[in-house]
T-cell receptor, first 112, second 110 residues
Framework: DARVTQTPRHKVTEMGQEVTMRCQPILGHNTVFWYRQTMMQGLELLAY????????DSGMPKDRFSAEMPDATLATLKIQPSEPRDSAVYFC??????????FGPGTRLLVL | RKEVEQDPGPFNVPEGATVAFNCTYSNSASQSFFWYRQDCRKEPKLLMSVYSSGNEDGRFTAQLNRASQYISLLIRDSKLSDSATYLCVVTTPQGGKLIFGQGTELSVKP
């Protein structure tokens, strides 16, 4: 049963520290999405890639967030420097199209 | 105005009840429509797609009214295991992105 893998599952860090979250897409999936979920805002799209090329990162704060796909088996989302308001669950989702997305288990981030 | 709006919930219903969720979307050019389910502290999972002709999957029935920009989900004979948050989702007109509603929480009680 193929699944999207995300690491770490939980992260507690102090304000100002760099945070790196990783996602391993399901083999063969060429579309990767990064979402952030909070109680107040719900599920928000931060960025997405197709065939490793960034297509849209308009939902991402550019000054501190960056998303990359160094290869087809790894997507990363970095926050530098982190702030308490970044505390959320970050989901990676992958698929063969935008309409069929399989979500990973998420990274629960707490910035103190 | 949010692009996708849902009933605020929570819905607390007894086992066996029929419950309906509603959702409206603001962009008339939206292309595709879905319901996702999210269990507590878990990731969202696709429940079903929604078509203009309406579609049914067991106890679940989804309807789309493009003229009113309205989507619904009906759950019949609700089970304890149906307790979750139900997310209404639409794609952007270009089809590239999913826009999620805030979700409606359902709690089915014995």
């Amino acid at each position: 049963d193929a699944r999207v893998t995300q690491t770490p599952r939980h992260k507690v860090t102090e304000m100002g520290q760099e945070v790196t979250m990783r996602c391993q897409p399901i083999l063969g999936h060429n579309t990767v999405f990064w979402y952030r979920q909070t109680m107040m805002q719900g599920l928000e799209l931060l960025a997405y890639f197709r065939n490793r090329a960034p297509l849209d990162d308009s939902g991402m704060p550019k000054d501190r967030f960056s998303a990359e796909m160094p290869d087809a088996t790894l997507a990363t989302l970095k926050i530098q420097p982190s702030e308490p308001r970044d505390s959320a669950v970050y989901f990676c989702a992958t698929g063969l199209s935008s309409e069929t997305q399989y979500f990973g288990p998420g990274t629960r981030l707490l910035v103190l | 105005r949010k692009e996708v709006e849902q009933d605020p919930g929570p819905f607390n219903v007894p086992e066996g009840a029929t419950v309906a969720f509603n959702c409206t979307y603001s962009n008339s050019a939206s292309q595709s429509f879905f319901w996702y389910r999210q269990d507590c502290r878990k990731e969202p999972k696709l429940l079903m797609s929604v078509y203009s002709s309406g579609n049914e999957d067991g106890r679940f029935t989804a309807q789309l009214n493009r003229a009113s920009q309205y989507i619904s989900l009906l759950i019949r004979d609700s089970k304890l295991s149906d307790s979750a948050t139900y997310l209404c989702v639409v794609t952007t007109p270009q089809g590239g992105k999913l826009i999620f509603g805030q979700g409606t929480e359902l709690s089915v009680k014995p």
